[in-house]
Each structure stands twice: as structure tokens, then as C-alpha cells.
């Protein structure tokens, strides 16, 4: 479990439950311009510090044809907070503006090379991969943020200027893989905290 989707590739299929009991494939997407599918979960506190963020960033572009959707590959043996029925919770506590698709198997976060919650993956018209990273540089504490890749790598794409660093290293806590693969990164930070 090392590989990554690289820049220019094409966003892999997916067919996963979302908490609004549907089930949503890629395609269910084409009529976005733009599509950013970010790893995320219920429990990491580098999540719950940017929701707000993400949030922001997913309202301001909302109108210029971007669609976020989240997707949980987070172990419920590890974190039994980040189980489908937690996530329909938060949904109704916070009512995001993205779908919130829950990935059980974890191929999904496999074929994208999920490294980190938050993990962004941002795709063009023809689903091709033009920005993979963070969102902001401080998710844990967004008092202490001075930049928000998300938000630049958007603005520059629909504004049609190539995307100035479409590179980033995710920042957050390890994926929670299941099984033998658990424990493939040694330090995460959220068992740090």
C-alpha cells in the first residue's frame, strides 16, 4: 500500500452507501465541472478542526459547477466512532455541504492511495487528477493557517490557469487500515493526541 493516484490520472470507479441511505457511483457526478473527493472520518481531530474550512471552500465554489464528495475508509475496529450509523449522525448534527459515502472494504481509498484524513483529490471536467494533497496547511488548529491549497488549486482551475502547486502532502492522521496492512505508516498523529 504505497501507491497514489498521480497528477493526470483518471479518478477511479466507485459504486459505495452514502448516509442518505442511496448509493452513488462516479458518474452520479458528471455534471460537475470539477469534482473533489476527499478521504475523511468522524474521529480524526485534524478533520474536525477544517470542517469549517472545507465548508467554506465547498460553498464558495458550489455555484461554479464544484461538487465535494467525502468518502470514510477509516477501520470501525480501530475507531468504532467512524462506523456508517456515526456518520449519519454527524451529517444530521452538522449538515455539510458534500455527500458522505462510506467506503467498508477500503478499496476505494486503495485505488485513490488515501494516505490521511484529510486527504484531497481534486479532478477536471474529464476526471483527470489536477490537484492532490492538504487543504490548508494547519487543519488542526485553523487559527494558525496561512495558506488553503484547496481553495487556491480551485480558484486558479475555474479560472482556467493551469494549477500553480498541484502537489501537497496530506496533513491529518493515518488512514485506519484493516487487517495486515493496519499499521504500513509507524507514527500517526492521532495516536499522538
Known sequence: MAFTLQLGEKAPEFALPATDGRTYTLSDF????????????????????????????????????????????NSKNTYPEDDYEHMVIRMKEHAFPWLYLYDESQDVAKAYGALRTPHFF?????????????????????????????????????????????????????????GKNAHWMPVDACDLV
Open 30 to 73: 458528471d455534471d460537475a465541472s470539477v469534482l473533489v473527493i476527499f478521504f475523511t472520518c468522524n474521529h480524526c481531530p485534524y478533520v474536525i478542526g477544517s470542517d469549517e474550512v472545507t465548508r467554506q471552500t465547498a460553498e464558495k465554489f458550489a455555484s461554479r459547477g464544484v461538487k465535494f464528495v467525502g468518502i470514510n475508509a
Open 122 to 178: 481534486v479532478f477536471d471536467k474529464e476526471r483527470l487528477l489536477i490537484y492532490t494533497g492538504r487543504g490548508i496547511d494547519s487543519p488542526r488548529d485553523t487559527s494558525k493557517m496561512t495558506v488553503n491549497d484547496l481553495d487556491r488549486a480551485l480558484e486558479e482551475h475555474v479560472a482556467r490557469i493551469p494549477v500553480s502547486v498541484p502537489l501537497t502532502n496530506p496533513i491529518g492522521c493515518n488512514v485506519k487500515w484493516e
